[in-house]
């Protein structure tokens, strides 16, 4: 049986995992690869640091140099995570013709073009089902399942610690301050948790799976970026009265050769079985012209669930299965799809008010929505003290040019206090 050398470019979580289910599951490995995987270099910053796992020193390393100048190895794991450093890494293993695998989604999001050419001219193979949905493999899914699709839509819960934070705050009523402490008590928040709760990673992630999707290159700074930062109990009681589950969502859309992208909170019906992914887990609603929907389940981060997918990336490379790099989306003759501006999109919306209690506010309020083609479909309201009211409206389907007109005509109001929120729903319709 051909052994075969790999190295693993950073130990932390990820990388501890891989390790872990190499070691743990090496029959079933060698059965399925039919090589014998030795790891015979791991670079990480320290050699001397303490680890809790059991590890020879040799095969530490703190100098790259180490791993690209080895010609017995042949995959290089890049897991270091961050952007310049781990793309340099990676161009320079290919360019020693070596194969990756990586778990980075920030890099394939920004120069993933880029990297796949080269790797088309080294003729070497470039795998990443760990860059979006931990261990869900929706990569695979997308480049050979649904191969016989046009794939129309995705929408997807593809980042597990904004999961967490918004499961906590309607499961047990915790303030978002308190669920984001919660999960960077647990290791699902980092210390900055800007990248996840303001939601650039579920863009960098949206951007991989449309490009690969809709066959055209997604530049991820046109996808609209909201995050749940503001997201109050208060609206989360409000989607409980009105039968939703609020969920930070990845969604993309097809039509008229025309692109639909955005991440943002969304009220989703509370019947939906996505309203009821919980805690860290994701999940991710694909539909196609001729397989209809298909939901797929499970933990989107984590040591074990992303190696999962790590390894599964390193079998298939051994197998010599197909190569990524040779879809169409991610080249340079891929078909260009004009990605809408925000206010184009139509979509349901929940809509609160802070206004003073008085006579005609109402009427006025309702009036305006009338006269900017929004039609509202349920409307609540709760005295908040005295002198104060807070107004909450569902709308029927509406552009977004339309709300914005009438909050800004709103806005003017004597007796509007404050738009406090504004959030879109998705019905699945």
Avoid at 208 to 218: E, H
Avoid at 352 to 378: E, H, M, P, Q, W
Wanted: net charge negative.
């Amino acid at each position: 049986m051909e052994k075969v050398k790999i190295a693993i470019l950073g130990f932390g979580n990820v990388g501890t995992g891989v390790w872990k289910i190499l070691q743990e599951n090496k029959k079933e490995i060698m059965k399925r690869s039919n090589c014998q995987i030795e790891v015979a270099k791991i670079l990480v910053n320290d050699i001397n640091k303490k680890r809790d796992i059991d590890i020879s020193k040799e095969i530490l390393t703190d100098n790259i140099d180490d791993i690209i100048n080895d010609e017995s190895i042949k995959i290089v794991v890049e897991l270091v995570g961050g952007r310049d450093e781990a793309k340099q890494y990676m161009i320079r293993a290919m360019k020693a013709k070596k194969h990756i695998v990586t778990a980075n989604k920030l890099v394939i999001a920004n120069w993933g073009e880029e990297l796949f050419k080269i790797a088309d001219e080294e003729n070497v193979l470039f795998y990443y089902e760990a860059s979006v949905a931990g261990g869900i493999p929706i990569i695979r899914e997308i480049n050979e399942s649904l191969t016989a699709n046009r794939i129309e839509q995705i929408i997807g819960i593809i980042n597990g610690t904004t999961n967490y934070i918004l499961s906590k705050m309607t499961l047990e009523g915790l303030s978002f301050e308190q669920a984001l402490k919660e999960a960077q008590e647990k290791g699902y928040a980092e210390a900055d948790p800007t990248s996840d709760v303001e939601g650039y990673d579920a863009v960098y992630k949206l951007a991989i799976m449309a490009s690969l999707s809709f066959g055209t290159k997604v530049d991820h700074d046109r996808i609209y970026r909201e995050g749940i930062s503001k997201i109050s109990a208060v609206d989360i009681e409000y989607a409980k009265k009105f039968g939703y589950t609020i969920k930070l969502l990845a969604i993309a859309k097809e039509e008229n050769n025309k692109l639909e992208l955005r991440v943002h909170p969304t009220l989703i019906p509370s019947s939906h079985p996505m309203a009821n992914v919980n805690d860290a887990f994701n999940a991710i609603l694909i539909k196609g012209n001729a397989v209809g929907e298909l939901m797929l389940y499970g933990q989107g981060a984590g040591d074990m669930p992303t190696g999962s997918a790590v390894v599964g990336d390193i079998i298939s490379i051994l197998r010599n299965n197909v190569k990524p790099s040779e879809l169409k989306a991610l080249n340079d003759d891929a078909d260009f799809k004009e990605v809408k501006k925000s206010e184009e999109n139509e979509s349901e919306f929940y809509i609160r008010l802070n206004v003073n209690d008085r006579a005609g506010v109402l009427g006025d309020t309702a009036k305006i929505f009338g006269g900017n083609n929004v039609s509202i479909t349920s409307i609540t309201q709760d005295v908040v003290h005295k002198e104060h009211v807070l107004l909450a409206f569902i709308t029927h389907k509406s552009a977004e040019k339309n709300i914005n007109n009438s909050l800004k005509k709103i806005k003017e109001l004597e007796n509007v206090n404050e738009i406090e929120s504004i959030i879109r729903i998705e019905s699945f319709n």
